[in-house]
């Protein structure tokens, strides 16, 4: 499984975050899955964001939640991450994974990251 995320480095205050990740060579035997995003700030531990499921359904982090957004595009094989009236405080390496779940064996791909500043 490869995983790719991909975003547009800087972002000015107030305005939209868009990241994307792209998710190629799935297991086909897979039971379920399902992708997330987490994101880590310059001297700050792991944040997760949120996920999609293999239906669509999503579930977000509570101090997130209201200006999260996560959707899927099953034909690219993308999901992207939308935060709204981002500030300085979203600076961060923002991370895309995959979960898949085989049975009773469950496997996490993580991508490399993609930095976002947040800043005038």
């Known amino acids: 499984v490869h995983v790719q995320e991909s975003g547009p480095g800087l972002v000015k205050p107030s305005q939209t975050l868009s990241v994307t990740c792209t998710i190629s060579n799935g297991s086909a035997t897979a039971t379920d899955y399902y992708d997330g995003w987490i994101r880590q700030a310059p001297g700050k531990g792991l944040e997760w964001i949120g996920a999609i499921g293999r239906s669509g359904h999503t579930h977000y982090s509570s101090t997130l939640s209201r200006r999260a957004s996560i959707s899927r595009d099953t034909g690219k094989n993308q999901i992207t991450l939308q935060l709204s009236a981002v500030t300085p405080e979203d600076t961060a390496v923002y991370y895309c994974?995959?979960?898949?779940?085989?049975?009773?064996?469950?496997?996490?791909?993580w991508g490399q990251g993609t930095q976002v500043a947040v800043s005038d």
């Open positions: 994974s995959r979960t898949e779940v085989t049975g009773a064996s469950v496997y996490d791909y």
